[in-house]
């Protein structure tokens, strides 16, 4: 009976031991997976803004429905042109994008080849092409009459999305210089 006292206590001491151990090492896993669920999430979310930009681009943008833009855009968007110039609001962001088609009805965006994220933050290089086959508004009534040319250019947009899902801040950037060369406004 004294050898069954002696390693049942054994047991019970070792247990005690025990116990503090794997309940450190249960807080460590509980942490880890708090934290792989964070970093998960927030994959979930840069995917989740890279797909709704992928339909801004190829739908919504290259089909020119402008009703949708709210999916991938606030109201009160800013965005940065590669011509300098800051705009504020979706009607404002609309319009100017609609200038696209009046001397290029064949504007288009199909391809990302590049999708990344970070954050609340995304990045994507698309291709932007079209024909210079109607004439170009220059203001004050005056057209620059077409030329036929296609164009084809490397683009980048930096979005910054806000927790409704979508951007509140918008960074474009292509070289104007070589689009007017292409289609043929600048040598």
Same mark, same amino acid.
Do not use: C
């Given at each position: 009976?004294?050898?069954? *006292?002696? %390693?049942?206590?054994?047991? *019970?001491? &070792?247990?005690?031991?025990?116990?503090?151990?794997?309940?450190? $090492?249960?807080?460590?896993?509980?942490?880890?997976?708090? @934290?792989?669920?964070?970093?998960?999430?927030?994959?979930?979310?840069?995917?989740? $803004?890279?797909? %709704?930009?992928?339909?801004?681009?190829?739908?919504?943008?290259?089909?020119?429905?402008?009703?949708?833009?709210? /999916?991938?855009?606030?109201?009160?968007?800013?965005?940065?042109?590669?011509?300098?110039? +800051?705009?504020?609001?979706?009607?404002?962001?609309?319009?100017?994008? #609609?200038?696209?088609?009046? =001397?290029?009805?064949? %504007?288009?965006?199909? +391809?990302?080849?590049?999708?990344?994220?970070?954050? @609340?933050?995304?990045?994507?290089?698309?291709?932007?092409?079209? +024909?210079?086959?109607?004439?170009?508004?220059?203001?004050? &009534?005056?057209?620059?009459?077409?030329? &036929? #040319?296609? =164009?084809? *250019?490397? !683009?980048? %947009?930096?979005?910054?999305? $806000?927790?409704?899902?979508? !951007?509140? /801040?918008? =960074?474009?950037?292509?070289? $104007?210089? +070589?689009?007017?060369?292409?289609? &043929?406004?600048?040598?």
């Amino acid at each position: 009976m004294t050898k069954i *006292l002696k %390693t049942l206590t054994a047991a *019970l001491l &070792g247990s005690a031991i025990a116990v503090p151990a794997v309940a450190d $090492n249960n807080a460590a896993t509980v942490a880890a997976l708090a @934290e792989l669920a964070k970093v998960q999430a927030e994959q979930a979310r840069i995917e989740k $803004n890279l797909e %709704t930009f992928d339909i801004l681009d190829f739908e919504v943008f290259s089909g020119q429905h402008w009703d949708r833009l709210h /999916e991938s855009h606030a109201e009160d968007i800013v965005v940065h042109w590669p011509d300098g110039r +800051t705009t504020e609001g979706l009607d404002v962001h609309i319009a100017d994008l #609609k200038a696209f088609f009046v =001397y290029a009805p064949d %504007t288009r965006i199909e +391809t990302h080849p590049i999708r990344i994220g970070q954050g @609340e933050w995304t990045g994507v290089v698309g291709v932007i092409e079209g +024909t210079f086959s109607e004439p170009m508004p220059i203001g004050d &009534g005056k057209f620059i009459p077409p030329t &036929g #040319k296609a =164009y084809k *250019l490397t !683009m980048a %947009t930096i979005g910054h999305w $806000n927790e409704e899902g979508v !951007m509140d /801040e918008e =960074y474009l950037f292509w070289d $104007n210089l +070589t689009f007017m060369r292409q289609i &043929g406004l600048a040598e």
